[in-house]
Nanobody
């Protein structure tokens, strides 16, 4: 079992930066690919990006590519989302999630951290 707790959200101006953190408990953390999702009010949840088990590769949604970077530290059971050049449309509740390596389903979720970008 993996428990995930996000932190680092807040209010930032357009063009600013934030770094979100996701702390994981459980000895199996390093066996999961990890993803960040977000959900804005009235909109469907969307994936922001995903990082491989080793951390050597990451893939991003078109809307954030070049502005956001996902990293992980398996020794510390941490995943990060560095966000820069933030836009008002990045305003959302951000979640981290762990993907089951066999089913590719996201089976563990955090409670989310709010990011608000003011114009």
């Amino acid at each position: 079992q993996v428990q995930l707790v996000e932190s680092g959200g807040g209010l930032v101006q357009t063009g600013g930066s934030l770094r979100l953190s996701c702390a994981a408990s459980g000895r199996t953390f390093s066996s999961y690919a990890m993803a960040w999702f977000r959900q804005a009010p009235g909109k469907a949840r969307e994936i922001v990006g995903i990082i491989s088990v080793s951390g050597e590769s990451a893939h991003y949604a078109d809307s954030v590519r070049g502005r956001f970077t996902i990293s992980r530290d398996n020794a510390k059971n941490m995943v990060y989302l560095q966000m820069s050049s933030l836009k008002p449309e990045d305003t959302a509740l951000y979640y981290c999630a762990a993907r089951n390596p066999d089913t590719l389903q996201y089976i563990h979720w955090g409670q989310g951290t709010q990011v608000t970008v003011s114009s």
